[in-house]
């Protein structure tokens, strides 16, 4: 699964994590079985995951061990991880060198057994190129710089020449994004700085992207058209041709279309057709069928 025919990266294709209730009867069996791990169902079809959960608190080590083992036996299987949200969005008051050895000691058993395939500095469309950002994000590198860190911003400034050469000089990889094409909005692009390459999709739900009235569901409701992967595709293409390593993370989770797009960009890279879980295969041939 590993082996990419775009170029000579290894391409990775999985979801932006696996925790969503609307998954049950359509993703994962409803009811679950006992013993049934979202993780090792997940590594059936795909060969990483990112996990969301590093975002909103620093992870236990003990739950990176079962992590671990969730996915044993798959060797060409990598998670990649979000730094936690206390160095991107919370810029208030600075973090603390403890803040900085708790996150690190939790992520470490991912890192030691060379599970890691990237650590993503997702920080929110509001953060803009400054010198103030430079200084945080030199800051960041500093701390994380031994860790594979990938930059994801949202605002079409840092698309300029100039901030590009600053997150070039981090010697941190760019995570190339999807998203509802704004004029403020950074457009689907394929840039790649190092070793990993990046590309996230969140959909192009127009309407509820910046309505402060639409919750996370609504906000990544989207099943992309054939034609939208196809550029999509383009992308990912260009991308491997410069790294060693291409994650491809689909973030348009609600009702499981990350899922089904991850599959198909999956049978894409490698030619081969991947039989899709539980209701995944209606969705992808009839999405209407699922909305609200």
């Given at each position: 699964m590993s082996d990419s025919s775009a170029g000579k990266a290894a391409v990775y294709v999985g979801t932006a994590g696996w925790s969503y209730k609307d998954w049950d009867g359509i993703v994962y069996p409803d009811p679950k079985p006992k013993g049934f791990r979202p993780p090792t169902f997940l590594s059936r079809y795909f060969n990483t995951i990112e996990l969301n959960n590093t975002?909103?608190?620093?992870?236990?080590?003990?739950?990176?061990?079962?992590?671990?083992?969730?996915?044993?036996?798959?060797?060409?299987?990598?998670?990649?991880a979000k730094l936690w949200q206390r160095f991107t969005h919370e810029r208030d008051e600075h973090w603390t060198a403890e803040d900085v050895e708790v996150f690190r000691r939790g992520i470490a058993p991912l890192a030691d057994a060379g599970?890691?395939?990237?650590?993503?500095?997702?920080?929110?469309?509001?953060?803009?190129?400054?010198?103030?950002?430079?200084?945080?994000?030199?800051?960041?590198?500093?701390?994380?710089?031994?860790?594979?860190?990938?930059?994801?911003?949202?605002?079409?400034?840092?698309?300029?020449?100039?901030?590009?050469?600053?997150?070039?000089?981090?010697?941190?990889?760019?995570?190339?994004?999807?998203?509802?094409?704004?004029?403020?909005?950074?457009?689907?692009?394929?840039?790649?700085f190092g070793d990993v390459g990046y590309l996230r999709l969140h959909g192009r739900n127009y309407e509820a992207w910046f309505d402060k009235n639409a919750g996370r569901d609504e906000?990544?409701?989207?099943?992309?058209?054939?034609?939208?992967?196809?550029?999509?595709?383009?992308?990912?293409?260009?991308?491997?041709?410069?790294?060693?390593?291409?994650?491809?993370i689909a973030n348009n989770h609600y009702r499981g279309q990350a899922v089904a797009t991850g599959l198909l960009l999956l049978e894409r890279v490698t030619g081969e057709h991947v039989e899709p879980p539980g209701r995944v295969g209606e969705l992808r041939s009839n999405p209407s069928s699922f909305s609200t």
């Amino acid at each position: 699964m590993s082996d990419s025919s775009a170029g000579k990266a290894a391409v990775y294709v999985g979801t932006a994590g696996w925790s969503y209730k609307d998954w049950d009867g359509i993703v994962y069996p409803d009811p679950k079985p006992k013993g049934f791990r979202p993780p090792t169902f997940l590594s059936r079809y795909f060969n990483t995951i990112e996990l969301n959960n590093t975002f909103y608190r620093p992870p236990n080590p003990g739950y990176c061990q079962r992590w671990l083992k969730d996915v044993e036996g798959r060797e060409d299987f990598l998670y990649t991880a979000k730094l936690w949200q206390r160095f991107t969005h919370e810029r208030d008051e600075h973090w603390t060198a403890e803040d900085v050895e708790v996150f690190r000691r939790g992520i470490a058993p991912l890192a030691d057994a060379g599970k890691l395939g990237a650590l993503l500095m997702q920080f929110p469309w509001s953060f803009r190129f400054s010198a103030r950002s430079q200084d945080r994000l030199r800051e960041l590198a500093d701390e994380f710089g031994d860790l594979p860190l990938v930059l994801e911003v949202r605002s079409r400034g840092w698309v300029q020449d100039e901030p590009l050469r600053f997150i070039e000089s981090l010697g941190v990889g760019f995570c190339n994004i999807d998203q509802p094409r704004f004029r403020s909005n950074i457009p689907l692009t394929a840039h790649a700085f190092g070793d990993v390459g990046y590309l996230r999709l969140h959909g192009r739900n127009y309407e509820a992207w910046f309505d402060k009235n639409a919750g996370r569901d609504e906000r990544y409701d989207y099943m992309y058209k054939d034609s939208e992967l196809d550029e999509i595709q383009a992308a990912l293409d260009e991308i491997s041709r410069q790294v060693e390593r291409m994650f491809v993370i689909a973030n348009n989770h609600y009702r499981g279309q990350a899922v089904a797009t991850g599959l198909l960009l999956l049978e894409r890279v490698t030619g081969e057709h991947v039989e899709p879980p539980g209701r995944v295969g209606e969705l992808r041939s009839n999405p209407s069928s699922f909305s609200t």
